[in-house]
């Protein structure tokens, strides 16, 4: 396998309030968890987890021009993640509260300066990477209409480009909210859309992993159904399909799985990896990653 060109990761930088909770949630009353607060975003996780394998990696988004801004950015390039992160004022960087309760979580978000990524600013952060090879966009950017622009505008540069491309769906509920439609119009004619099994539902139907991978890979040219502690299928338009199996742990927090996940997808994957090693590796992250608490890869 040969080393992958810079990867550039367009999406959202945020902080995550994670609650581990002792038990269910008690509605009206209290629930012991344990609480920490830490960098999270799906495009700042996905970036840290593909600098964690030794990847060239730049992540464009917008924080606020406030203190957990410049925190957040701060902790990425620790990791050794290349920043093209716009600072945006009049709002506050994005914040998710993150209530973790075993396999399952529940987010409330707060998008804040994310809302502002442009164009523009997209357009200048791909201009400044000349060695990049492939860009992985958030769907989260364009599942708002105040940055949809900016992910429209992200796929249709890296195509002039001739980078080769991946969406991750990013979330069940606001795909429902635009409709599978229009975001799989949205997302046409890109390499590789990564799905979790309640998404490949939604743009799919409730059809089995591989026949939705089947039926999303006329949009896309290859599609991966990651399907939790059930493993993950690959489709492609050569109507190969491969699994495989989770591993398994002891689940810590979920948060951040489907992240380091993708990060090992693409690491390998761009590094000319068959699909069955590249689930391989993105599986081995993944389990990496829910067996600790927070959504990205400890020194």
Same mark, same amino acid.
């Given at each position: 396998?040969?080393?992958?060109? +810079?990867?550039?990761?367009?999406?959202?930088?945020?902080?995550?309030?994670?609650?581990?909770? &002792?038990?269910?949630?008690?509605?009206? &009353?209290?629930?012991? #968890?344990?609480?920490?607060?830490?960098?999270? $975003?799906?495009?700042?996780?996905?970036?840290? =987890?593909?600098?964690?394998?030794?990847?060239? *990696?730049?992540?464009?988004?917008? *924080?606020?021009?406030?203190?957990? $801004?410049?925190?957040?950015?701060?902790?990425?390039?620790?990791?050794?993640?290349?920043?093209?992160?716009?600072?945006? %004022?009049?709002?506050?960087?994005?914040?998710?509260?993150?209530? #973790?309760?075993?396999?399952?979580?529940?987010?409330?978000?707060?998008?804040?300066?994310? !809302?502002?990524?442009?164009?523009?600013?997209?357009?200048?952060?791909?201009?400044?990477?000349?060695?990049?090879?492939?860009?992985?966009?958030?769907?989260?950017?364009?599942?708002?209409?105040?940055?949809?622009?900016?992910?429209? +505008?992200?796929?249709?540069?890296?195509?002039?480009? $001739?980078?080769?491309?991946?969406?991750?769906?990013? &979330?069940?509920?606001?795909?429902? +909210? *635009?409709?599978?439609?229009?975001?799989?119009? @949205?997302?046409?004619?890109?390499?590789?859309? !990564?799905?979790?099994?309640? %998404?490949?539902?939604?743009?799919?139907?409730?059809?089995?992993?591989?026949?939705?991978?089947?039926?999303?890979?006329?949009?896309?040219?290859?599609?991966?159904?990651?399907?939790?502690?059930?493993?993950?299928? @690959?489709?492609? +338009?050569?109507?190969?399909?491969?699994?495989?199996?989770?591993?398994?742990?002891?689940?810590?927090? *979920?948060?951040?799985?489907?992240?380091?996940?993708?990060?090992?997808?693409?690491?390998? =994957?761009?590094?000319?990896?068959?699909?069955?090693?590249?689930?391989?590796?993105?599986?081995?992250?993944?389990?990496?990653?829910?067996?600790?608490?927070?959504?990205?890869?400890?020194?």
């Amino acid at each position: 396998m040969t080393r992958p060109a +810079r990867v550039v990761v367009v999406g959202d930088v945020l902080t995550d309030v994670v609650a581990v909770l &002792s038990g269910p949630l008690v509605a009206g &009353s209290d629930t012991g #968890a344990e609480i920490s607060i830490g960098g999270g $975003g799906q495009a700042a996780n996905t970036a840290a =987890w593909i600098a964690a394998q030794r990847v060239d *990696v730049t992540l464009v988004g917008a *924080v606020g021009d406030d203190d957990a $801004g410049r925190v957040r950015v701060a902790e990425l390039r620790q990791a050794g993640v290349d920043c093209a992160v716009d600072r945006v %004022e009049g709002l506050p960087t994005g914040t998710v509260i993150v209530l #973790a309760d075993g396999d399952e979580r529940t987010m409330v978000s707060q998008r804040g300066a994310n !809302l502002r990524l442009s164009a523009a600013h997209v357009d200048s952060a791909l201009a400044g990477v000349p060695d990049a090879g492939h860009l992985h966009l958030s769907a989260y950017t364009l599942l708002d209409p105040e940055s949809r622009g900016a992910g429209l +505008r992200a796929l249709a540069a890296a195509r002039e480009r $001739g980078l080769t491309t991946s969406v991750d769906a990013a &979330s069940a509920a606001p795909l429902r +909210r *635009v409709g599978a439609a229009a975001f799989l119009s @949205w997302v046409r004619e890109i390499d590789l859309l !990564l799905v979790n099994a309640d %998404e490949a539902t939604v743009l799919a139907g409730g059809l089995d992993p591989a026949a939705q991978g089947r039926a999303l890979s006329a949009t896309a040219r290859r599609v991966v159904v990651k399907r939790g502690a059930a493993g993950a299928v @690959w489709v492609d +338009r050569t109507a190969a399909v491969c699994a495989a199996p989770a591993r398994r742990v002891a689940v810590a927090d *979920v948060t951040g799985a489907g992240d380091a996940f993708a990060a090992g997808l693409l690491t390998a =994957w761009l590094a000319g990896a068959t699909p069955t090693a590249a689930l391989s590796r993105a599986t081995d992250l993944g389990a990496l990653a829910v067996s600790t608490v927070g959504a990205r890869p400890h020194p």
